[in-house]
């Protein structure tokens, strides 16, 4: 896929596309791709209050995959959008392979440009996140949905794995076209009064700020699997500045997501694509290919910390 700017709106983040269009001065153009929220077979009302709770340099999220269910998505919202604006990406959900299949293969049938497998959303209680952290189980969810859909396919990979090279690498053997590195980190807040925890769910994932030292690594371990092989990357997690997306690709994503960003800054598009050209420029560099996966990890530069 073409993209008109490097820059993806995440999952989660943008609703299904329309939310941003009522903000003074938004544009779809300005982004390369919108992820459309996470979409279940069947209409799901999520998880019990409280659902979102703010952490130093970040946010809990624990909405458990609140959505109208795939035929909505497809008959009711999909004909709405504006695909000459930019590039839609579906995000499929499931608490079973089975469902999985089912949704890929319903969106296979829309205009939806590409999909992405959330097979790492940490604040659900089936499915999600155990199908993400274990390598085998992330194989053969891509395997399956690989079979019933033409359209580019995006892994989302989790953080919290012990080895996301692994996953990555049969991820790739079981037919996925790109990777969406990071989710977010599984994380909980304590309410003191009632010593219970503040989320409904107990738990949920944390982004914004807080997790893009992760994200970063993370990004370089997927890219020194995916990156031979031409596996591209987008690059996600507390990405908020032009600095924050340069970080991200020279580390090996070939796009950059952004998210929780939004939500205080929801023009932030247009301040990175303007940076992100500004940089170019500034290194005589003719595009970002140029820069993707450019991190020398040899002697450390004298000053730098330890």
Do not use: W
Not at 191 to 210: E, H, T
Not at 275 to 294: E, K, M
Request: glycine content about 10%.
């Amino acid at each position: 896929m073409q993209l008109a700017s490097p820059i993806v709106l995440l999952s989660g983040c943008v609703g299904f596309g329309e939310e941003y269009t009522r903000v003074a001065g938004f544009s779809n153009r300005d982004a390369g791709a919108i992820v459309l929220k996470g979409t279940t077979r069947e209409p799901r009302l999520g998880n019990a209050p409280h659902r979102v709770y703010e952490t130093p340099a970040g946010m809990l999220n624990a909405i458990g995959l609140q959505n109208p269910g795939v035929d909505y998505v497809v008959t009711r919202i999909l004909p709405n959008l504006d695909f000459t604006e930019t590039r839609f990406i579906a995000n499929v959900c499931g608490s079973t392979i089975e469902e999985y299949v089912e949704v890929t293969r319903r969106f296979n049938d829309s205009r939806i440009d590409a999909i992405e497998i959330n097979i790492s959303c940490p604040n659900i209680k089936q499915g999600g996140v155990q199908f993400g952290n274990v390598p085998e189980m992330s194989a053969r969810v891509v395997e399956a949905c690989r079979r019933v859909t033409k359209k580019p396919l995006i892994t989302k990979l989790s953080p919290n794995q012990a080895d996301i090279r692994e996953n990555a690498r049969v991820c790739i053997e079981a037919g996925t076209d790109a990777f969406a590195v990071i989710n977010t980190v599984t994380g909980m807040a304590v309410d003191l009064a009632s010593r219970r925890p503040v989320l409904g769910n107990g738990q949920g994932g944390l982004s914004g700020p807080a997790i893009k030292p992760i994200a970063l690594l993370k990004v370089r371990e997927v890219y020194e699997v995916a990156g031979p092989k031409q596996i591209p990357i987008i690059g996600q997690g507390g990405i908020a500045s032009v600095q924050d997306a340069l970080e991200f690709i020279i580390a090996g994503a070939s796009t950059v997501g952004l998210g929780t960003a939004l939500f205080y800054d929801p023009l932030l598009c247009r301040t990175v694509n303007a940076g992100l050209a500004q940089y170019l420029d500034s290194q005589a560099a003719g595009s970002i290919a140029h820069l993707v996966g450019t991190l020398h990890m040899g002697v450390p530069v004298p000053g730098a910390a330890c």
